[in-house]
């Protein structure tokens, strides 16, 4: 697959088969063949990849923000294998379902902590 | 009556952007002060925001992407954070200025303080974000919103002069008061009829609604009806405070000078419908405001957003609105004037607007969103138009506002 990583890959939306959103591609993840060379080896979303890549005090801030919303920090990035990929057009979709990665710890963690909490939560508004 | 109802999303949106609570009295009292002499900035803000919407309604029909989806892919991660933050503040604050709004227009209503009001005013507005149809909500408050329109026939009812009206709105003139004041309103006038949360509003509504490349004939009717009709609207509130102030060059500040025209010319009546206008487009703004927030936020950061999914699965979505409002009522608790704190917050809005609406320009012309439906030569004349007057705009915003003391 031939990309343009800045412009066609680089802080596009995740969309899972079913339309759902997963994450924006925060960072890439490069590996490195037995012939020394360089692959994309995967997509990196999540607060603490951003903040990351972003840098200094402001990337430093968004990672602890990140951080403090979870129960065991260091939040890791969301790794998504390139196998993953469908397609790449206006935004990235998968050909699996979001259910089918690991959940975003930031989410789990506000949902445990404040909205399942709230009735009516459990019900869509349409 | 059916072409109104599908467009009663551009309808909400243009009432958040032209007659929310801080237009209510910034409009008046830009008649009041200076007659018809800004009616062309309405025009003009009407074209501008009717094109930059058309392209961000059909970016969303067409690819299913929001505004501020846009703003992070094109600028990238740390200018779009700078756009998300700034839009973000003065979004929150605009919100809290709608509930004090809403809580303003209960008090005309029961004579009860404003500031009892506002904890009962952000729980409904919640309550509506957090169970309401999407739709729905933007059926019943775009459509009560239009109860504006009692200004539009009060300046039938008042003894009217159409011809000084007309030629007032064509000879532009600082009615005395200097051109320095003249030129701030008018900015801060045009900042708000292009604020950056009626985009964000109307493209993720657009996506809450699932448009498709099939319903690019529906997206254009919200943009062509809508924003001309909240346009249409103040520029009646600028005509009634025109004829009712303007000869005797009185200044008005509070939103109960605004109705009382209106209660001159059509009575109880009339001024019942103006205060429930008032609720209904404060209201609407509020929820405008509160959804537009948190998308913004969501969308920068790539969360699941929407009122489609339950709560539940969007949980960082449902904690940002949430605390935008929580936010909201603190700020207003604090008994600053919220109508004072938009005029600050639209000229600092000014300044980072040109972040938001280049994004649009740009992706209106790129294929890979798009396909064939890319923006036309005249489209992009246009928006290259506009974004020069964004650009003046944001340039001339804080000296004006510095050399006026803030239009005092």
Not at chain 2, 190 to 195: D, E, G, P
Not at chain 2, 289 to 303: D, I, K, N, R, V
């Amino acid at each position: 697959m031939r990309v343009q990583l800045a412009r066609q890959l680089l802080d596009r939306q995740i969309v899972d088969v079913e339309g759902r959103l997963v994450g924006r591609v925060d960072d890439v993840a490069f590996a490195v063949d037995d012939e020394g060379y360089p692959y994309v080896d995967g997509l990196l979303t999540g607060q603490g990849a951003l903040g990351q890549r972003i840098g200094g005090r402001i990337g430093r801030l968004l990672v602890a923000v990140a951080d403090r919303f979870t129960d065991d920090p260091p939040v890791p990035p969301l790794r998504v294998p390139l196998a993953a990929v469908a397609r790449v057009d206006s935004a990235v979709r998968l050909r699996c379902r979001a259910a089918d990665l690991p959940p975003s710890p930031v989410e789990t963690w506000l949902r445990r902590h404040l909205i399942e909490r709230i009735p009516g939560s459990y019900r869509a508004s349409g | 009556m059916r072409k109104l109802l599908a467009a009663t999303l551009g309808v909400l949106s243009a009432i958040g952007g032209f007659v929310d609570i801080g237009d209510l009295v910034a409009a008046s009292q830009a008649g009041a002060l200076f007659g018809m002499a800004h009616a062309w900035v309405l025009l003009v803000g009407v074209v501008g925001i009717c094109a930059y919407a058309d392209m961000a309604g059909r970016i969303a029909a067409v690819s299913g992407r929001a505004v501020f989806d846009l703003v992070r892919e094109r600028l990238g991660p740390r200018v779009a954070l700078l756009n998300l933050v700034a839009s973000w503040l003065v979004t929150v604050v605009t919100l809290a200025a709608e509930l004090g709004g809403v809580a303003l227009a209960l008090h005309l209503a029961t004579g009860v303080s404003h500031l009892l009001w506002v904890p009962l005013a952000a729980l409904a507005v919640w309550l509506v974000l957090w169970r309401m149809r999407f739709e729905l909500m933007e059926r019943v408050f775009g459509l009560a919103g239009l109860a504006l329109l009692v200004f539009a026939v009060a300046l039938v009812a008042l003894p009217t002069d159409w011809a000084e009206l007309g030629q007032g709105a064509w000879q532009v003139s600082s009615a005395g008061h200097g051109w320095p004041l003249y030129w701030f309103v008018a900015v801060a006038l045009f900042a708000s009829t292009v604020s950056p949360y009626e985009v964000f509003f109307f493209s993720s509504g657009g996506v809450e609604e699932r448009w498709g490349a099939a319903d690019l004939a529906r997206a254009r009717s919200n943009v062509l009806i809508g924003f001309p009709v909240g346009g249409f609207l103040a520029l009646s509130l600028i005509a009634v405070a025109t004829v009712a102030y303007h000869p005797s060059d009185a200044s008005l500040g509070s939103l109960g000078e605004v109705a009382r025209p209106v209660a001159t010319a059509l009575g109880g009546a009339g001024l019942a419908a103006a205060v429930l206008a008032f609720f209904a487009v404060t209201f609407g703004a509020a929820l405008e405001t509160g959804l537009s927030a948190a998308y913004a936020a969501a969308q920068y950061f790539g969360w699941q957003w929407g009122k489609r999914v339950s709560p539940r699965e969007a949980a960082r979505f449902h904690s940002v609105l949430l605390v935008g409002l929580l936010l909201g009522v603190v700020m207003l608790m604090t008994t600053v004037d919220p109508v004072r704190l938009t005029e600050y917050m639209l000229v600092l809005s000014a300044v980072v607007l040109p972040l938001t609406y280049l994004p649009i320009l740009v992706v209106a012309n790129d294929r890979t969103y798009l396909g064939d439906r890319v923006n036309g030569w005249w489209n992009n004349l246009l928006g290259a138009v506009f974004l020069l007057l964004i650009v003046a705009a944001s340039v001339a915003a804080i000296p004006l506002a510095i050399v006026t003391g803030m239009g005092r």
